[in-house]
């Protein structure tokens, strides 16, 4: 099955700095990369979502690059803000086939710091 | 719109009961996954359901099962339980021919 690694496991920027998260992933057949957003106490938020036929998609701060040659895709935000401080999961699965089945990476807490 | 919804938000059950989630998903969703999260293995994919059927499982023994009605509405049950099966459980919810799952808040299960 899919496994999907995650680095880093804790990441502290200045407010106003970019942050990057890097996620791998092993299936090839995968084709459908979210991003996830969890702040304390609430469910994961849809962030951002990139599928295989895109190389990059941005949303305002928010870019995420895949590469699926070498399997592996990330996370970018620009411009942090104290808002953005919160754990996130990037997950990978094959689009279609008849199912969702997420695979996630272990998380990323990042700290946006004043 | 609104969200997915899941009740109750928090249980407190003892070993060996059983327990029983509610999830309702967003209007128009007719797939419905769920969830367990937890610190040490983090987010694992329990089943998905779609139009009444399991479509998906993933590697829980047979103590977690589920079910969807014909509302779309789901519930996830858990039997004997164990204080390793602690965790949040999350559901999330689809569109039919799309992956763009979208979570509730989660219920917190607490095994005493």
């Known amino acids: 099955g899919e496994n999907v690694e995650q680095h880093p496991s804790t990441l502290s920027v200045q407010e106003g700095d970019s942050a990057v998260i890097k996620c791998t992933y092993s299936?090839?057949?995968?084709?459908?990369f979210p991003w996830y957003k969890q702040e304390l106490g609430k469910g994961p938020q849809l962030i951002i979502d990139i599928r295989s036929n895109v190389g990059e998609k941005k949303d305002q701060r928010i870019a995420v690059t895949l590469n699926k040659t070498a399997k592996h895709f990330s996370l970018h935000i620009t411009e942090t803000q104290p808002e953005d401080s919160a754990v996130y999961f990037c997950?990978?699965?094959?689009?279609?086939?008849?199912?969702?089945?997420?695979?996630f990476g272990t998380g990323t807490q990042l700290k946006v710091e004043l | 719109k609104a969200g997915v919804t899941q009740t109750p938000r928090y249980l407190i059950k003892t070993r060996g009961q059983q327990v029983t989630l509610s999830c309702s998903p967003i209007s128009g969703h007719r797939s419905v996954s769920w969830y367990q999260q937890t610190p040490g293995q983090g987010l694992q994919f329990l089943f998905e359901y779609f139009s009444e059927t399991q479509r998906n499982k993933g590697n829980f023994p047979g103590r977690f099962s589920g079910r969807q009605f014909s509302n779309s509405r789901s519930e996830m049950n858990v039997s004997t339980l164990e204080l390793g099966d602690s965790a949040l459980y999350l559901c999330?919810?689809?569109?039919?021919?799309?992956?763009?799952?979208?979570f509730g808040p989660g219920t917190r299960l607490t095994v005493l």
């Open positions: 997950a990978a699965t094959p689009l279609g086939g008849g199912g969702n089945k997420l695979t």
């Open positions: 299936d090839s057949a995968s084709n459908y």
């Open positions: 999330a919810s689809s569109l039919a021919n799309y992956n763009e799952q979208f």
